[in-house]
């Protein structure tokens, strides 16, 4: 069974753009959740989509949101980037969602903001 | 809001040692937690979760936690340290934040460095 695919891996954009992620969940994962990943803030928490609705979110600013398709994909969009946005991006899927569902993760997109 | 504490950010031990991985939680009610390891490059994997059942718990790679509800802590120990165990270990913590709507909190990690 494949894993939980994210691209691009990396990504390099300028202060001010926006810059998309994509995640592709494990064949029959309805939830798919996305993290934040800082040297000194760590893991944090963003929003968890399960079947094309946005469950819940983390604290942050509005210039972060997502969305999920009817094949459960998913993606995450920042506006406005910012220098401090600058992290590794998880995204992580399961079957029923955050409460005791192991999350699976993928491997991460790392965006570079200059 | 839950929150997660791992008690140091670096630990080292040698090779054949035990390895202690601490962490504490804050939960008014029963919590579901979870030990993740992450090796360089690489996202999450997870090594074992405690979800309400049994206290003591066991993983892959021969870990195992204790959920302590007394002392509000889910440590995570190995008897004897591999150098493939050099990873970085994350303690996490899901919680109910309204509406059956869970939220997954983490510690910081604790980067776990073997010595020959």
């Known amino acids: 069974k494949a894993g939980v695919t994210q691209t691009p891996r990396y990504l390099i954009k300028t202060r001010g753009q926006q810059v998309t992620l994509s995640c592709s969940p494990i064949s029959g994962h309805r939830s798919v959740s996305w993290y934040q990943q800082t040297p000194g803030q760590g893991l944090q928490f963003l929003f968890e989509y399960f079947s094309e609705t946005q469950r819940n979110k983390g604290n942050f600013p509005g210039r972060f949101s997502g969305r999920q398709f009817s094949n459960s994909r998913s993606e995450m969009n920042v506006s406005t980037l910012e220098l401090g946005d600058s992290a590794l991006y998880l995204c992580a899927s399961s079957f029923q969602g955050l409460s005791t569902d192991t999350q699976y993760f993928g491997p991460g997109t790392r965006l570079t903001v200059l | 809001a839950q929150s997660v504490t791992q008690l140091g950010s670096h630990v080292s031990v040698s090779e054949g040692a035990l390895v202690l991985l601490r962490c504490n939680y804050s939960?008014?009610?029963?919590?579901?937690l979870f030990w993740y390891v992450q090796y360089p490059n690489q996202g999450l994997q997870l090594l074992l979760k405690y979800t309400s059942a049994a206290t003591l718990v066991k993983g892959i790679n021969g870990f195992e936690a204790e959920f302590k509800k007394s002392e509000t802590s889910f440590h995570l120990t190995k008897p004897s340290a591999h150098m493939s165990d050099a990873a970085e270990y994350f303690c996490?913590?899901?919680?109910?934040?309204?509406?059956?709507?869970?939220?997954?909190?983490f510690g910081k990690g604790t980067l776990l460095t073997v010595n020959p």
């Open positions: 939960s008014s009610v029963p919590p579901y």
């Open positions: 996490a913590v899901s919680w109910d934040s309204g509406g059956s709507n869970y939220k997954l909190t």
